[in-house]
């Protein structure tokens, strides 16, 4: 059976850093590619980052460009959100998706192109 599951959130103080895993059992990731969503409270969802099967290609919103990076580590079978300089508008929950895919440098930011989620971990910045 197909899962994902996040960990890593938690709280931090505006400009600390966290990272996010999502580990995946029941399937590789070498398939797949894999993004970073969150959701506020009262908002949208919204993708943060997004991860190629191949690993070659990632795309960022640009509210967090230049201060979040996407990874994976395949041995481990793990996608990571590193986050540096959060700030309180970062404040929400985590998800991580993953989606089947033969293209191996396209991922997508949009939540409809995936298929499987994660539970989502709450990340608060705050002071």
């Known amino acids: 059976q197909l899962q994902l599951v996040e960990s890593g959130g938690g709280l931090v103080q505006p400009g600390g850093s966290l990272r996010l895993s999502c580990a995946a059992s029941?399937?590789?990731?070498?398939?797949?590619?894999i993004g970073w969503f969150r959701q506020a409270p009262g908002k949208e969802r919204e993708g943060v980052s997004c991860l190629s099967r191949s690993g070659g290609s990632t795309n960022y919103a640009d509210s967090v460009k230049g201060r979040f990076t996407i990874s994976r580590d395949n041995a481990k079978n793990t996608v990571y959100l590193q986050m540096n300089s959060l700030k309180p508008e970062d404040t929400a929950v985590y998800y991580c998706?993953?989606?089947?895919?033969?293209?191996?440098?396209?991922?997508?930011?949009?939540?409809?192109?995936?298929?499987?989620w994660g539970q989502g971990t709450q990340v608060t910045v705050s002071s």
């Open positions: 998706a993953a989606v089947l895919i033969r293209a191996p440098f396209m991922c997508s930011m949009r939540s409809s192109s995936y298929g499987s």
């Open positions: 029941g399937f590789s990731l070498d398939n797949y590619a």
